[in-house]
């Protein structure tokens, strides 16, 4: 019993932290633009830190359970995008920035505490240890959806930091990111996984340099 328990133990630790972190990434792009006057999400039923309400059956359960099973050098995943309307933002030149922005930065923090708890309890209580084995997870899923998410290519969130810095002058260009990006991004995953792990290279080599710097 002790031995099924600890076998699925990984798989449960890192299910939960990649659900929690990807909750916390749409609650923080709601958020970000109920504080600038849209009540898109709140409207949806999407303003919570229920993970119930985010949850998306192929990014957020089957690909990274399917990652942890295959002890995948990293994981991915995604939720349900929170929806708001740019029209309704207070800011109309540069709200978009914000709520793009948010989830990424929600991650950050979420990394930083993370690395705080383990570089205090780490060593007290060990690796094997289950808020060890959590805090972990949780440290390193928070730096890829960072570094991921701001790829600027939609629909990541990169893609309308982008557009707000471009600006109306690049509407043309805007445009056709939105249609293409998807297929791009699809393109540059199929590479990834297939050719060769340029991203997964780049964001364990983040990983590395931000743990060190923890001295964890």
């Not at 990424?104 to 930083?112: C, D, E, G, K």
């Not at 991921?148 to 056709?176: E, V, W």
Request: no cysteine; proline share 8%.
């Amino acid at each position: 019993m002790e031995e099924s328990i600890a076998s699925i133990l990984p798989f449960l630790v890192g299910a939960a932290a990649i659900i929690i972190s990807i909750t916390i990434h749409e609650f923080s792009h709601g958020l970000a633009a109920y504080l600038q006057g849209d009540t898109t999400a709140r409207d949806a039923g999407r303003l919570t830190l229920n993970p119930i309400a985010h949850v998306d059956p192929i990014g957020t359960i089957l690909l990274p359970a399917i990652l942890i099973i295959t002890r995948a050098p990293f994981l991915v995943g995604w939720a349900r995008p929170v929806p708001f309307n740019p029209l309704n933002l207070r800011d109309q030149r540069y709200g978009p920035l914000y709520v793009g922005l948010a989830g990424p930065l929600a991650n950050v923090l979420l990394v930083v505490l993370s690395g705080v708890l383990l570089k205090i309890f780490l060593g007290p209580l060990g690796v094997t240890n289950f808020l060890i084995i959590f805090l972990s997870h949780l440290f390193v899923i928070n730096i890829v959806l960072a570094a991921f998410n701001l790829i600027p290519i939609p629909p990541l969130d990169g893609s309308k930091i982008l557009m707000a810095l471009l600006g109306p002058r690049f509407s043309q260009f805007s445009t056709k990111l939105e249609l293409y990006g998807p297929y791009i991004l699809l393109f540059i995953l199929f590479v990834e996984f297939t050719i060769q792990p340029f991203i997964g290279q780049f964001i364990a080599a983040i990983i590395d340099a931000v743990g060190r710097a923890f001295g964890i």
